[in-house]
């Protein structure tokens, strides 16, 4: 056990059992506990493998690269269709944990195995995005917004893309194509 990290077990309200059994299992796995993104992430040899996390109606273990799993028993979930490489296993309550308890140690040893194989998740490329109609649009009107946008990362352009099309109504891609506009032109990412 960290000691940097019992804050995190300590200022718990909500999920408290749940979280100190999901440690006590991460840590039986011969896992390294440290404190990353202020969660408890446990490491094999400085490579994350598996962090735990909470919200308003579960908890969850984080896998990073839980894609790479084979989730033999369907318990994985892709917290948005975005997410490429990590995969939740959620909890509501301890019983649920401990019925799962050697599971949850499987996939854990399966996620090091990965993780010492070198095992690479295949990352759709930028280009496989979507990219909406109301950006498209300013990128065919303005070559300077079209070649600034090029010039970005890979992972910035993904963000302006995912950015914009997570508006569900045209109005609102468009107020946002608008709005990032000036960002893009000067090279910075959508959280700069």
């Given at each position: 056990?960290?000691?940097k990290?019992?804050?995190?077990?300590?200022?718990?309200?909500?999920?408290?059992?749940?979280?100190?059994?999901?440690?006590?299992?991460?840590?039986?796995?011969?896992?390294?506990?440290?404190?990353?993104?202020?969660?408890?992430c446990?490491?094999?040899?400085?490579?994350n493998?598996?962090l735990?996390?909470?919200?308003?109606?579960?908890?969850?273990?984080?896998?990073?690269?839980?894609?790479?799993?084979?989730?033999?028993?369907?318990i994985l979930?892709?917290q948005?269709?975005n997410?490429?490489?990590?995969?939740?296993?959620?909890f509501?309550?301890?019983?649920e944990?401990?019925?799962?308890?050697?599971?949850?140690?499987?996939?854990?040893?399966?996620?090091?195995?990965?993780?010492?194989a070198?095992?690479?998740?295949?990352?759709?490329?930028?280009k496989?995005?979507?990219?909406?109609?109301?950006?498209?649009?300013r990128?065919?009107?303005n070559?300077?917004?079209?070649?600034?946008?090029?010039a970005?990362?890979?992972?910035r352009?993904?963000?302006?893309?995912?950015?914009?099309?997570?508006?569900?109504?045209?109005?609102?891609?468009?107020?946002?194509?608008e709005?990032c506009?000036?960002?893009?032109?000067?090279?910075?990412?959508?959280?700069?």
């Amino acid at each position: 056990m960290n000691p940097k990290v019992d804050w995190f077990f300590n200022k718990a309200d909500k999920w408290k059992e749940e979280y100190e059994i999901l440690r006590k299992i991460c840590l039986a796995c011969g896992l390294t506990e440290e404190l990353k993104w202020g969660c408890p992430c446990y490491t094999n040899k400085s490579s994350n493998i598996v962090l735990i996390h909470g919200f308003k109606d579960y908890c969850a273990l984080l896998f990073h690269k839980g894609a790479l799993l084979k989730d033999s028993h369907n318990i994985l979930v892709q917290q948005t269709e975005n997410v490429q490489s990590a995969r939740q296993i959620r909890f509501t309550n301890v019983s649920e944990i401990v019925e799962l308890e050697a599971i949850i140690k499987s996939y854990i040893i399966e996620a090091v195995e990965a993780e010492k194989a070198g095992l690479e998740v295949d990352f759709k490329k930028t280009k496989e995005f979507d990219v909406p109609v109301e950006f498209q649009q300013r990128l065919d009107e303005n070559p300077a917004l079209r070649s600034a946008f090029e010039a970005l990362t890979p992972g910035r352009q993904r963000g302006y893309l995912l950015h914009f099309s997570g508006a569900k109504q045209s109005k609102t891609r468009t107020r946002r194509v608008e709005k990032c506009i000036p960002k893009i032109l000067n090279g910075k990412g959508l959280q700069n």
